[in-house]
């Protein structure tokens, strides 16, 4: 199930931010300050059509679209994450998805009751490449969405990059080889990592090899969806830049001695935004 407007217009790119990278920008870097609604007005301002996480009300008032999260671990809980999502009025909804540990009879009753769940409650529900999770690894992703080719798709790439180091070996053969991936990609989490960290500093996003690998599977994730996308269809590109909080922003000591995070995530998420607008036009 895609994510549609309600409109006729033609599918489309959608810029979303996440709530979980803009609620703590530290103070040495630029990013909206405040409160909650300081914060929405900004990102409104810089041009984001939606935000992911955070108060559904708040979101709204702001005059912002609104897409929800969620863990499901056994079949049965899809259904009351989504009808959740479905009351806040959210646009659809991003699952981490088991552990990853599952046998294949378990970890397929899971994902039908997801594709069940997104029926029922008339909301997209889609499972996230992520580690800990059942699609944690390419070869266990591809060969469970042929069974259950039914299932759509959150990427964030760095999962697969950096976990399975795509650099080491034919990395053209593993392009081919997650064409079902690709072609299932209905939202993206924005974030770009190297052979040996998920999250990295891209500067302007130019001269460095690991941002052209991410382009090349981002682009053909917007050529996937293009194949079948509806009027009124959107994918969403929501950065998901997190802090050392969840050890993803690297941590360096600055001139005065202090620790600091490697970028400016406010700018970077930016950045990563206009990398997805140029691979969106490349997938035409």
Not at 92 to 120: N, P, R
């Amino acid at each position: 199930m895609n994510t549609n407007d309600g409109s006729t217009c033609a599918p489309a790119l959608r810029l979303d931010a996440s709530w979980m990278m803009l609620r703590d920008f530290p103070p040495y870097y630029g990013g909206p300050r405040g409160d909650a609604r300081a914060i929405l007005a900004a990102v409104k301002a810089a041009g984001y059509v939606g935000v992911q996480g955070g108060d559904a009300k708040l979101v709204k008032a702001a005059g912002l679209r609104f897409t929800q999260m969620g863990r499901v671990n056994v079949p049965g809980e899809a259904m009351n994450l989504a009808t959740q999502a479905r009351d806040e009025g959210a646009d659809c909804l991003t699952l981490h998805a088991g552990w990853g540990h599952e046998d294949d009879a378990t970890a397929l009753a899971l994902l039908d009751d997801i594709v069940s769940a997104s029926i029922k409650s008339k909301l997209p529900l889609y499972v996230e490449t992520h580690r800990a999770t059942l699609f944690q690894d390419q070869y266990r992703t591809v060969q469970l969405l042929a069974k259950c080719p039914e299932i759509r798709i959150n990427g964030d790439f760095s999962h697969f990059y950096t976990g399975q180091e795509m650099r080491y070996g034919d990395l053209e053969g593993k392009w081919d080889y997650l064409r079902p991936v690709f072609e299932r990609v209905r939202f993206m989490h924005g974030r770009i990592g190297n052979s040996c960290s998920m999250q990295v500093d891209i500067g302007d996003g130019t001269g460095r090899i690991y941002v052209d690998h991410f382009k090349a599977m981002w682009t053909r994730a917007f050529r996937g969806f293009r194949a079948s996308a509806q009027p009124g269809d959107t994918i969403i590109f929501c950065p998901e830049l997190l802090s050392d909080e969840f050890n993803y922003a690297r941590m360096f000591r600055g001139p005065d001695g202090n620790l600091r995070e490697e970028c400016d995530r406010w700018q970077q998420a930016q950045v990563l935004c206009r990398i997805a607008e140029e691979c969106w036009t490349a997938s035409k």
